[in-house]
């Protein structure tokens, strides 16, 4: 992408209605933008991010063994009454009346839509065990949007359910879904703490909250070290350790009574990015979603649901990933990943070899966003800077005329000057 062509509406100046620091550099390097309070325009930096983080979700999920559907955003009001949540979910649901005079609802979650299906379709044992998810915004009217996308009005989340026969296959279900989560997060660069979880509204019985570490995080966390080292490549994780490892809040962490010998205890602070619930027949008893049993005796199906925070991931990332420059993306979740600053570009030999680079990048396969634009230098430095991409390319007229160009690391700010060669030999390891 030449940047001369590109939209990306940087801002100069701190923007006030921000207090944390990922709102903040969100709005500065153009990536969202108010619409309406905890209601965002996802602008093209930011909407490339937001895929990324959408992308690594659903490939954990469908590697998990889960089945990708879309639910749609609106819902009838009959299915919650079915389940006695219509009038349970109070001020934060947006109930909107269609032209019949229809109550309806904007979905703030999909536990009985997705029932609803299963109920229609699935009859026997045999089609068990099934695990159906989807990608999709959802209203929740907060009392107090704030943040930026951390806690939106309107947000994106992957919400997850399972379908099992009995307990014993539900608890399978949900150690699947604890595996998965941690592959996820791992994979976008970000340690994740489970936490033992209060079940809330949705209710049930076995819970976890899934925080991940950033030291502007809302609640305090302890921790067991061996989170950060467990072996999530091996195919059969090693579930009985992993729910034994020591985490806990603020609020329950007692250092006397705490299990985990001093050195190995982490103290950190958290984000709530995923939450997963087991709860049973909650929902399959009232909306009668039954299952004939090896006897042919109904039973109702036991559910779980599981949900991942998609657009508060993204939000969360800079707040794990940023210095007094700006963002840092980790690579997996980069919205390019090269970006080439040309100092000159009223200098042949300078615009040469940005397009050299910038062609020979893309052939291979790389994101990469060229500053061809006509400014000063140091805005064209700080813009690069703010936005964060692993690899940054200077060209200059001295360097060029020897072929030579300087590679930067945005995370160490590690720097070589290299020949075309070199750098996209060394970007493309
Ligand atoms: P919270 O306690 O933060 O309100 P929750 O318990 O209501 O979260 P869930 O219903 O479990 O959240 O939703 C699953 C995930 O969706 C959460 O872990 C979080 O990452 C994300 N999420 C929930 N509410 C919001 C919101 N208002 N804005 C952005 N993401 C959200
Ligand atoms: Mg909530």
């Known amino acids: 992408m030449r940047l001369s062509r590109y939209f990306l509406p940087v801002l100069k100046e701190d923007p006030a209605e921000a207090e944390i620091i990922s709102h903040r550099l969100m709005l500065r390097a153009g990536m969202i933008q108010q619409l309406s309070a905890g209601i965002y325009n996802w602008l093209p930096l930011g909407w490339a991010v937001l ?14 063994g889960a089945i990708e559907i879309l639910m749609p955003t609106i819902q009838p009001a009959d299915l919650w009454i079915e389940s006695g949540r219509y009038n349970a979910y109070g001020p934060e649901m947006l109930r909107i009346r269609d032209r019949h005079e229809r109550a309806m609802l904007y979905g703030p979650t999909n536990e009985e839509n ?56 539900a608890r399978r279900a949900y150690d699947n879904m604890f595996v998965a989560y941690l592959r ?12 033992q979880a209060e079940s809330g509204p949705i209710g049930g019985n076995m819970s976890h909250e899934f925080q991940i570490l950033a030291s502007t995080g809302e ?9 950060e080292d467990i072996d999530l490549a091996a195919d059969e994780v090693d579930m009985e350790r992993l729910k034994s490892l020591y985490a806990a809040a603020d609020e ?8 985990v010998p001093a050195e ?14 087991y709860f049973g027949t909650k929902y399959s008893e009232p909306m009668r979603a039954t299952v004939a049993g090896p006897d042919g005796e109904s039973v109702p199906v036991e559910m779980g649901s599981y949900g991942i925070g ?57 994101d990469v966003l060229l ?9 064209k430095f700080a813009t690069m800077e703010l936005i964060g991409l692993p690899w940054q390319v200077t060209i200059g007229p001295r360097g060029a005329r020897a072929g030579m160009i300087e590679l930067k690391r945005r995370r160490d700010g590690d720097m070589a000057e290299l020949g075309l060669d070199a750098a996209v030999e060394r970007i493309l390891a």
């Not at 103290?267 to 709530?272: C, P």
């Open 184 to 195: 996820t997060f791992r994979r976008m660069g970000l340690t994740a703490i489970p936490m």
């Open 252 to 259: 329950k962490h007692d250092p006397d009574a705490c299990p």
């Open 371 to 379: 500053d061809d634009r006509d400014e000063r230098a140091g805005a």
């Open 219 to 227: 609640s305090a966390v302890y921790y067991d070290a061996a989170f």
């Open 310 to 366: 998609v657009s508060r991931l993204v939000g969360a990332l800079i707040e794990a990933n940023h210095d007094a420059r700006g963002i840092v993306w980790p690579d997996a979740v980069a919205p390019f990943r090269v970006g080439i600053v040309n100092l000159r570009h009223d200098e042949p030999a300078c615009t040469r070899l940005a397009d050299d680079l910038y062609g020979r990048l893309r052939r291979a396969g790389v």
């Open 114 to 169: 997705v029932t609803d299906i299963f109920r229609r379709h699935v009859q026997s044992y045999r089609q068990l065990p099934l695990n159906l998810y989807h990608i999709q915004w959802k209203f929740r009217d907060e009392v107090r949007p704030r943040f930026g996308v951390m806690r939106g009005r309107e947000f994106l989340m992957k919400d997850a359910y399972s379908f099992d026969l009995d307990y014993e296959g």
């Open 51 to 64: 895929r990324k983080v959408e992308q690594i979700v659903r490939e954990e999920m469908d590697r998990s």
């Open 264 to 277: 190995r205890l982490r103290a950190g602070r958290g984000i709530e990015v995923g939450h997963i619930f």
